[in-house]
């Protein structure tokens, strides 16, 4: 079994900057495209940003220069710089991570999400 784990969710205010954290643990071959996603209330899941194995990125219009994706692959964790916030950015925020387990190395790969983390930009 595979769990992510988000954390570094808060309160900040407009202009203000957060750190999130998402490690994946458990019974892992490989980790391939990891990737933050939000939810704010009445709304869909939208994509804020993935990043693949070897570093390749992509980004949502709207955080495109605000948000930074990166990964630490020895740790299994993804993090999302968040700079230049705006209310609009408030949201849950999830992480999924896209996986193989050692039974059946890389010919099956999963996807697991996180339990998501409260993100609140307001003054």
């Known amino acids: 079994q595979v769990q992510v784990v988000e954390s570094g969710g808060g309160l900040v205010q407009p202009g203000g900057s957060l750190r999130l954290s998402c490690a994946a643990s458990?019974?892992?071959?490989?980790?391939?495209?990891m990737g933050w996603y939000r939810q704010a209330p009445g709304k869909q899941r939208e994509l804020v940003a993935t990043?693949?194995?070897?570093?390749?990125?992509n980004y949502a219009d709207s955080v495109k220069g605000r948000f930074t994706i990166s990964r630490d692959n020895a740790k299994n964790t993804v993090y999302l710089q968040m700079n230049s916030l705006k209310p609009e950015d408030t949201a849950v925020y999830y992480c999924?991570?896209?996986?193989?387990?050692?039974?059946?190395?890389?010919?099956?790969?999963?996807?697991?999400w996180g339990q998501g983390t409260q993100v609140t930009v307001s003054s």
């Open positions: 458990g019974s892992i071959f490989s980790i391939y495209t």
């Open positions: 990043i693949t194995n070897g570093g390749s990125t």
């Open positions: 999924n991570a896209d996986f193989s387990v050692p039974t059946y190395g890389s010919a099956r790969v999963f996807d697991s």
